[in-house]
């Protein structure tokens, strides 16, 4: 991240009145102003009935350029709020991203950790009925091709590749729940177009081939590479993911951070 972006600065927010709510809802100093669905933590807080229940918050915890069929006040990302959540300051904002990523995977039955800079997810040990979205219907279809596509468009595809693939062998491995329709449609959101009509923004179709440039560049780096002597095999043991529950909570610098209670 360069420090010379103009969209670096902390208190760097959008014109766009809506997206100024957005920004402040997502920043670390500005979890106490209201937002139209109470604040970040007290989402994130939420327990797993209430987030089935409630159909107007995943809109603010994965923003995307266009508009919401279920939420008509949901903010719409423009070129400038993308920008300020790519090159934010110490990336507190994607930091956040994650946050509401790790909290929506412990909604759908996965634990979640980053090691160097990669995700990981691991299934929270129980019965099939962990996973409510291992349905043929079910509404949180939809929120995961949200969450896929807003990922993308806010600069965390790794993020949205590792989710595709964690749904996708889940729904393999416990017996196809899911639909081809809606595995396709997952598919589309993860590495499809960053709109979903013709009539998608200019800016948002130039974005979208330059990380498909940034992307391409980095794939034929990491080809070049030297491989490592040394690699730890697929079959080396795994950390325990048993937990009881998962706690999100404030640190001293003021920013957001989770814990686990373990068993």
Do not use: C
């Amino acid at each position: 991240m360069s420090e010379q972006s103009p969209y670096s600065r902390p208190d760097r927010l959008p014109t766009e009145p809506r997206l100024r709510e957005l920004l402040l809802f997502y920043h670390v100093n500005g979890h106490d102003e209201q937002s139209p669905k109470g604040s970040f933590i007290d989402i994130l807080r939420l327990p797993d009935e209430d987030l089935e229940k409630k159909h107007d918050f995943i809109q603010w915890l994965f923003p995307l350029a266009e508009e919401s069929v279920h939420n008509s006040n949901a903010p719409i990302l423009d070129e400038e709020t993308v920008l300020i959540f790519r090159h934010h300051h110490d990336d507190w904002l994607r930091e956040n991203v994650k946050l509401a990523l790790q909290r929506m995977m412990w909604f759908y039955g996965y634990d979640t950790v980053w090691r160097d800079g990669k995700l990981e997810t691991a299934e929270i040990e129980g019965p099939r009925q962990k996973f409510r979205w291992l349905t043929p219907s079910s509404h949180n279809h939809l929120r995961i091709s949200r969450m896929l596509k807003s990922l993308r468009i806010l600069g965390m595809p790794h993020e949205a590749e590792v989710v595709y693939d964690t749904f996708r062998r889940t729904n393999i491995i416990w017996g196809d729940g899911v639909s081809d329709a809606t595995l396709e449609h997952w598919k589309l959101a993860a590495d499809g177009p960053y709109g979903s009509s013709e009539d998608a923004p200019d800016w948002l179709v130039n974005l979208q081939e330059a990380d498909e440039v940034m992307a391409a560049d980095l794939r034929d780096a990491q080809a070049q590479a030297p491989k490592p002597l040394h690699q730890i095999p697929a079959s080396a043991p795994r950390p325990s993911y048993r937990k009881k529950g998962l706690i999100f909570t404030k640190t001293e610098d003021g920013r957001f951070a989770t814990r686990y209670i373990y068993v």
